[in-house]
């Protein structure tokens, strides 16, 4: 008589449960590193912004700002100025950081010259948060238009 291959009932509790024990681990550990990469992706998506706002001032030879909780909490806006009407209108969409995702404190609007420099900071710094200090990311705004991400 030959006895048939497989494994035993046992062998596979031990298997599954292993594998339990095992996802436990690595389900919180791969939550943080999620929420972490959105704060670092929302904070690049930001200085990118500012970045282009300032190209966009020098190539257009007219000033820019960047207006953040605009319209709404949570989002943000670059607009040009129409030197003739001396106007403010849209310069693309709006932005939205991700949810759970804020500017940490109220901001003024960030003004960039034709020059490229924002006159109005020494320096500006704009706090990205999902509300864990230790994942905060800092966006600095020097006044010669300089961005900077740490």
């Given at each position: 008589m030959r006895v048939a291959d497989g494994?035993?009932?046992?062998?596979?509790?031990?298997?599954?449960?292993?594998?339990?024990?095992?996802?436990?681990v690595?389900?919180?550990?791969?939550?943080?590193?999620?929420?972490?990469?959105?704060?670092?992706?929302?904070?690049?998506q930001v200085a990118s912004t500012i970045r282009a706002a300032r190209f966009q001032a020098v190539a257009r030879n007219s000033n820019v700002r960047i207006r953040l909780?605009?319209?709404d909490a949570g989002q943000y806006q670059s607009e040009i100025e129409d030197p003739d009407t001396m106007t403010w209108g849209a310069l693309g969409e709006v932005q939205y950081l991700p949810t759970g995702i804020t500017f940490a404190d109220d901001f003024d609007d960030i003004e960039i010259e034709p020059t490229?420099?924002?006159?109005?900071?020494?320096?500006?710094?704009?706090?990205v948060t999902n509300g864990d200090e230790e994942d905060d990311r800092t966006i600095t705004i020097?006044?010669?238009?300089?961005v900077r991400l740490q």
């Open positions: 494994f035993t009932l046992i062998e596979a509790l031990l298997v599954v449960a292993t594998s339990v024990a095992l996802a436990g690595a389900v919180p550990i791969l939550a943080g590193a999620i929420g972490r990469y959105y704060i670092l992706s929302a904070g690049q909780d605009s319209p490229g420099r924002a006159p109005d900071c020494a320096p500006c710094t704009i706090v020097s006044t010669s238009g300089r």
